[in-house]
């Protein structure tokens, strides 16, 4: 029977020759479009990388098929076409066109050490190009001179697939090292196949979306294609969104997307830097930022680019988190400053003169001085336009800033009231009395009296569900904020918590011992204790947490980095040289980006000082 001339038949003409082989309109009309955009097949391996055509259907189109121009004999239309390609091979440049070299130093990386990169070259080209960069030329005898070969092509031709696989089988065997060298030169590039860029590409973003961001970005190195793809905005989004970058830090940054033409990519990658400065980068000297004299820095607020401080020398500064200058002095208060909150523009500090100021950060002027404690400020918790305060006189007074006038007093308490919090629905407060109190701002009534504890609470938590109250006792307690009933009694620390962070589920507790521990308020469990031989060797002062890290600062004078999720101790970030002799960190603030830590010393070995550590200079 009369083989048909792939190269010259039509889609119908396929299609009805080769219908008996089960071959359907759509793949006769794939074999016609490839051989359009690609040239005529030359031999049934290019014929198998139309990408429609089922595995089965290969032996018996093989049988029906042919390839070779009319006119022209197989074996010498085969050597033809073999001393043309090693023409071509010695014909090579070492120096081709730009975007040839490009791809050539491409496909000898990916040669010289198996990759993804490899696996994802186009296949053509990888023949072409990437066989002559693999192999040396070789003079190739005429076909003539080889006696019988077109009787042993016949016979292989006669075999089926089985008895093929056999015949090659035992050929390979009888192969030197050099000649299989040559076989795998031969074969190998038919096996590589771009699959990326053979599929539409919405179903290529699906693929691509399954690697891991380091994966992307070594694939977008393959190609240009590739790399259009692996850069697609979208796809770094959902990246984002996987490592809880959110829409809300992209709207932060709008404006200098405008200006910098950043990117979801831009995004990861500048979050990926920002982390790997934290844990591995060089620390650089911080900036510091001398004041306060040799005061206490009672109080640290740090938002944007500016630091508050307040101190028990009376007064407030105001600093630059950009340059670490002095902006401006909040003076007024006629006694020490023992809290403050900081929102915007505005400023708002609680004094041991029994009194809260309202300042304008910008000016530096004093908008409301808030009279009606009969003690000392000692907290304060701001909503909006709301701060609530707390003193030593064992009430709370709720304050409307804007205006300066006090809307509610909150009295219950029977001691003095060390800690509250506020959400713009709910008042929290503890106290010297041992216990919790929860209160409704709007008609300042007692919802909740929360006992348990044997003795001062000192610190709280209120995610509007959950409150967690650290005490003396050495617990630390969780209470349902709607019914006011105890969840969990968290055991484990030996002294004061002095200072705790929640975030979702997770609390992270500093505690008088040293010791700090990360608990899930959900079950009550602690799932780690942040000590061993790195930890602090003194009481913990302070500390901050995110999804990967916590910060902790210690009267040992150090400020420490922990790896949130699995307890493990990173790196000293602060180290006082008057360490263990009277150097303190009193407190530390951070943003994704810097740290402010407040340092000094109660003996005159430390200056009174922020130092202020940058991570993405």
């Not at 020759?17 to 759509?26: D, E, I, Y």
């Not at 609530?388 to 304050?399: K, P, V």
């Not at 610190?459 to 967690?468: A, E, K, M, P, R």
Request: aromatic share 6%; with cysteine; proline share 3%.
């Amino acid at each position: 029977m009369e083989k048909l001339n792939v190269n010259q038949a039509t889609a119908e003409q396929l299609m009805t020759s080769l219908a008996r082989c089960g071959l359907k309109p759509v793949i006769a009309a794939a074999i016609v479009e490839h051989r359009e955009r690609n040239g005529p097949f030359r031999c049934m391996n290019e014929l198998s990388q139309v990408s429609c055509i089922p595995h089965q259907l290969l032996d018996p189109i093989r049988a029906s098929v042919m390839f070779e121009d009319e006119g022209v004999s197989p074996r010498d239309l085969r050597a033809q076409r073999r001393i043309a390609k090693r023409g071509e091979e010695r014909m090579y440049s070492p120096e081709p066109e730009e975007e040839n070299t490009t791809f050539a130093l491409g496909v000898k990386r990916a040669l010289d050490s198996p990759s993804l990169e490899f696996a994802a070259l186009p296949s053509k080209r990888i023949r072409s190009m990437g066989e002559s960069l693999k192999r040396r030329p070789t003079r190739l005898l005429s076909t003539a001179s080889v006696s019988n070969l077109d009787q042993w092509v016949g016979i292989f031709e006669s075999w089926t697939a089985e008895e093929r696989r056999v015949a090659l089988d035992e050929l390979v065997d009888r192969c030197d090292a050099a000649l299989q060298r040559h076989l795998l030169g031969i074969v190998e590039p038919q096996f590589q196949r771009d699959f990326i860029s053979l599929l539409p590409k919405e179903l290529a973003f699906i693929v691509l979306s399954n690697l891991e961001p380091k994966d992307l970005l070594r694939a977008a190195q393959t190609c240009r294609y590739w790399k259009t793809l692996c850069d697609d905005n979208l796809l770094w989004r959902e990246k984002c969104r996987d490592t809880g970058i959110d829409d809300s830090i992209m709207k932060g940054s709008r404006k200098r997307v405008r200006v910098r033409v950043r990117s979801w990519k831009q995004v990861y990658l500048t979050k990926h830097r920002i982390e790997w400065n934290w844990k591995h980068g060089t620390l650089k000297p911080p900036k510091v930022l001398k004041g306060h004299d040799d005061h206490v820095i009672t109080c640290l607020k740090f938002h944007g680019n500016k630091i508050v401080s307040g101190s028990d020398d009376n007064t407030l500064k105001i600093w630059s988190a950009i340059s670490g200058k002095h902006l401006r002095t909040l003076t007024g208060h006629t006694g020490g400053v023992w809290c403050a909150q900081f929102n915007g523009a505005l400023v708002v500090s609680g004094s041991t003169d029994r009194t809260l100021k309202v300042w304008n950060s910008d000016t530096a002027m004093c908008l409301h001085t808030l009279f009606g404690h009969t003690s000392t400020v000692r907290c304060m918790a701001m909503s909006g336009d709301t701060v609530i305060s707390g003193s030593r006189d064992a009430t709370l007074r709720m304050w409307n800033i804007s205006t300066g006038v006090c809307t509610h007093i909150l009295v219950g308490h029977l001691a003095a009231v060390r800690c509250v919090q506020y959400d713009g629905h709910k008042i929290v407060s503890g106290s010297y009395d041992y216990m919790v109190k929860v209160w409704d701002p709007v008609t300042s009534q007692c919802l909740h009296t929360l006992q348990g504890h044997t003795n001062r609470v000192y610190s709280l938590q209120f995610d509007g569900t959950h409150i967690v109250s650290g005490s003396l006792d050495t617990t630390i307690r969780v209470w349902n904020a709607e019914s006011g009933h105890c969840l969990h009694t968290l055991v484990g620390h030996q002294s004061l918590t002095s200072g705790m962070e929640l975030k979702k589920n997770i609390l992270v507790s500093g505690n008088a011992d040293s010791t700090i521990k990360v608990w899930d308020i959900s079950s009550g469990h602690c799932l780690h204790t942040l000590q061993g031989s790195d930890k602090h060797q003194s009481a913990v002062t302070s500390l901050q947490f995110n999804d990967k890290f916590a910060i902790t600062s210690s009267d040992d004078g150090t400020v420490k980095l922990w790896d949130i999720r699995t307890g493990d101790f990173i790196r000293n970030l602060v180290t006082l040289s008057s360490g263990g002799s009277g150097g303190v960190v009193w407190r530390v603030q951070c943003s994704e980006k810097k740290l402010v830590c407040a340092v000094g010393s109660r003996n005159g070995t430390e200056d009174t000082k922020l130092l202020v550590l940058d991570f993405d200079a």
